[in-house]
């Protein structure tokens, strides 16, 4: 029976993890005022939950009992180290004669307020704008260091180096932990508009490993830009909270009952949530409406004209390149000409579209990226270039991390051959 109860709480504990350790971690983050005491004190709170709630019970409000042991435990710690560094002694005292003071309840707010001061402590114009990205989806997303890496297309070690650094300068810079005031927000909020959408990016495409979404990082990223549009209801704000709505519309449609990548011309239309469309439209009409508009704003609006299409076929596409045009100056970026370059092809042919994508290449600027030896590929097939095709292919399956889309450019190879 006594193990019955312990793998029941074992099953809830790992659930709370999943849920709420970064909120957690967030709440200790404050209290402590150091992320790796805080990081130490989260999985010692975990242990000692495991330890206690199968006699106990699992509280009522996990989250606070968490926050709370996890505070004493760091406390525990400190005084250990003090025997070895005096000066850590007066800050246990300090954090024990805080801890009376520690609410008995977390209330939602708090915990709020705890991850909006997380990530723009994380976002600081103090740090480097890399670290401000990695910290931030390391700490308050949890990724791991393996995953940010991967966003960044850099070693882990070097990436794990760059998360140490931005830390030790929080802590010796001294850095607030604290939501900017209204006059200083909107000037903080580009840094953390960019962090948010590469967490969704990462929820709405993993990657890497076996399923090609991620939807808990999906729905953290969205709640994060309800907060944001909610605190400061700035145009890009409004913009990239359209934009991932609008993508997060099609998630039920981009897989088989088999987890099998469909392309967007394929999906099933009646699986879209339409209410996600409804509420990421008007979003993005009010942004438009402000003329104080950037590059989120410009692609939410290329997605709705998607998401306003009955079908495929009748596809705007000659607005859509309109909008890709406007957004190519406000973001002259490589994957942005390769987007447009593909809804060229849509609206133009094939050929016209191949073409800006081998001038493309010809920078070298794309070369490792799969996506655009993907879109060569296709081309190349639909104009009956086959051995190119083949070529492009392969290419771009070689690169490729994520299974469902190696498993999509495997049966496409296939078929060629």
């Not at 897989?255 to 469309?277: C, F, M, P, V, Y």
């Amino acid at each position: 029976m006594q193990d019955g109860a312990a793998a029941h709480v074992r099953e809830r504990v790992d659930a709370i993890y999943r849920s709420d350790s970064r909120r957690v971690l967030a709440t200790l983050i404050r209290l402590l005022g150091d992320f790796d005491l805080a990081e130490e004190a989260l999985h010692d709170a975990i242990a000692e939950a495991l330890e206690r709630w199968p006699e106990g019970g699992v509280p009522a409000n996990p989250c606070a009992w968490l926050v709370s042991a996890g505070r004493f435990k760091a406390i525990d710690r400190l005084r250990r180290r003090a025997k070895f560094d005096a000066t850590l002694a007066s800050l246990a005292a300090r954090f024990d004669g805080d801890a009376a003071s520690l609410p008995p309840e977390l209330d939602e707010d708090g915990v709020v307020d705890d991850r909006l001061r997380l990530i723009f402590t994380c976002c600081h114009p103090a740090l480097n704008p890399d670290a401000q990205i990695a910290l931030t989806l390391r700490e308050v997303c949890g990724l791991t260091t393996e995953e940010v890496a991967h966003a960044f297309l850099t070693p882990a070690p070097t990436l794990a180096q760059r998360i140490v650094r931005a830390k030790a300068k929080i802590r010796d810079a001294r850095i607030p932990y604290e939501i900017p005031s209204r006059v200083d927000l909107p000037g903080r909020l580009d840094s953390v508009l960019h962090v948010v959408y590469l967490v969704f990016n990462e929820g709405y495409l993993a990657s890497s490993g076996a399923s090609l979404t991620r939807p808990d990082l999906s729905a953290e990223a969205l709640r994060l830009g309800r907060l944001l549009v909610e605190l400061l209801p700035e145009p890009e704000a409004m913009g990239l909270l359209a934009l991932m709505l609008l993508h997060e519309a099609r998630r039920a449609a981009r897989t088989s009952a088999s987890g099998e990548l469909i392309l967007l011309e394929d999906q099933d239309r009646a699986r879209w949530n339409r209410g996600q469309i409804e509420e990421g439209v008007a979003l993005v009409e009010r942004a438009l409406a402000s003329r104080r508009f950037g590059p989120y704003t410009l692609q939410a609006a290329i997605a709705a004209v998607h998401a306003e299409a009955p079908n495929a076929a009748v596809t705007d596409w000659r607005q859509i390149v309109g909008l890709y045009d406007v957004l190519l100056k406000a973001d002259p970026s490589p994957v942005v000409a390769l987007n447009r370059a593909a809804a060229v092809a849509m609206w133009e042919g094939p050929e016209a579209g191949l073409a800006l994508i081998d001038d493309l290449f010809a920078t070298g600027q794309l070369a490792g990226y799969h996506l655009a030896h993907a879109a060569k590929a296709d081309l190349c097939r639909r104009l009956g270039r086959t051995t190119e095709a083949i070529a492009a292919y392969e290419r771009a399956a070689s690169l490729a991390t994520q299974e469902p889309e190696r498993r999509f450019l495997a049966r496409r190879l296939a078929e060629l051959r």
